[in-house]
């Protein structure tokens, strides 16, 4: 292969992942705009808290966001990403989540947002990355963190100093709550799932996409950038029309 096909390879783009990350980030944004009406009573008064309508849909977004998260660094891994790259999106998204629990300070100080997806994202990463040389190991494990907080519960993680580890006896008072355990093993499960696709299935990533979906991809590509703009200009929107009409 020579230099230039190399660089190709590294650098290819599967717009059916894409499209999928894009799918993903769109649900979590239908779901925050509800969350926003609800806040701003603009809706018939719901619970996002306890209703399993909102609670199992919030589980649901949540695990296809991660796998997906998984796929894409299997995808970074087979195309030999290096460190610098890995580090330097891993900043991205770390720095992200230092903005989001700044500006959920700002809106809710009492529940402020301390370890959500992306606070979660950035430490999964880390492990994901470490580990995806274990291969099919990665299916047990993944299993294994999923059950673990259904076995293993203490009061101390209770505290915010180690309830990120998500081995707690009571869920803590936050908007977004996405613990290490048991997401990690959705992320690892994305990651064995986006190898074997790969090995086994290449087509299945590299296959074009349905008339009318390239959109989608294009989005996924700026998935980040679309997850840190769409709460402002939401909530943004909301104010406004609640200060014009009442």
Not at 46 to 54: A, E, G, H, R, S
Not at 102 to 130: C, E, N, Q
Not at 167 to 195: C, F, H, I, N, S
């Amino acid at each position: 292969m020579t230099p230039t096909a190399a660089a190709a390879s590294r650098s290819l783009r599967f717009d059916r992942l894409d499209a999928l990350r894009a799918f993903a980030i769109l649900w979590m944004a239908v779901f925050h705009f509800c969350f926003d009406l609800n806040h701003f009573s603009l809706i018939e008064k719901q619970n996002f808290y306890t209703d399993p309508f909102w609670t199992v849909q919030r589980s649901c977004i949540v695990s296809l966001f991660l796998f997906v998260s998984g796929l894409g660094q299997a995808v970074a891994w087979q195309q030999g990403q290096g460190w610098r790259r890995f580090w330097r999106r891993w900043a991205q998204v770390a720095g992200c989540a230092l903005l989001v629990s700044a500006g959920s300070f700002l809106m809710f100080p009492k529940s402020f947002i301390y370890f959500g997806v992306l606070h979660g994202i950035a430490v999964m990463l880390i492990l994901t990355r470490l580990t995806a040389g274990w291969g099919r190991w990665l299916w047990p494990l993944g299993l294994a963190a999923i059950a673990l907080p259904h076995l293993v519960q203490h009061a101390w993680f209770d505290t915010r100093w180690t309830n990120w580890l998500g081995l707690v006896t009571r869920k803590p008072v936050t908007e977004d709550y996405v613990p290490l355990l048991p997401w990690l093993g959705v992320m690892w499960w994305g990651m064995a799932a986006g190898q074997w696709v790969l090995r086994e299935r290449p087509h299945w990533f590299s296959g074009r996409l349905m008339p009318g979906l390239h959109p989608l991809a294009v989005l996924g590509r700026w998935s980040l950038s679309f997850y840190m703009l769409h709460q402002p200009v939401l909530i943004g929107l909301l104010t406004a029309w609640v200060a014009l009409t009442r």
